[in-house]
């Protein structure tokens, strides 16, 4: 299986609180589709997934001092999980 297509998890307050919902939000490949990222979640942590929503973010403008540039574009995946399962980071 490719584990490269899981980059990150992405935790932050609103994804914290999504996990009392059993719903997961990972940082993904940007060519992965919804089944290749299915797969991977399934084989990786153990679970069973029932459902993936996926979201592609825009780079935006960001400025350190004088110099300008913009932060990376990346695939976000909203992973809800089957009852009964969780995953642990």
Do not use: H, W
Not at 55 to 78: E, F, L
């Amino acid at each position: 299986m490719n584990y490269e297509i899981i980059k990150a998890p992405i935790i932050t307050e609103k994804t914290n609180n999504l996990q009392n919902e059993n719903v997961y939000v990972f940082k993904v490949d940007k060519k992965a589709n919804k089944t290749e990222i299915k797969q991977a979640i399934e084989s990786k942590f153990n679970v069973k997934v029932a459902s993936i929503n996926t979201v592609n973010t825009q780079s935006k403008k960001r400025r350190v001092g004088r110099y300008t540039g913009y932060t990376s574009s990346y695939k976000k995946a909203y992973v809800k999980l089957k009852e009964g399962s969780t995953i642990e980071f």
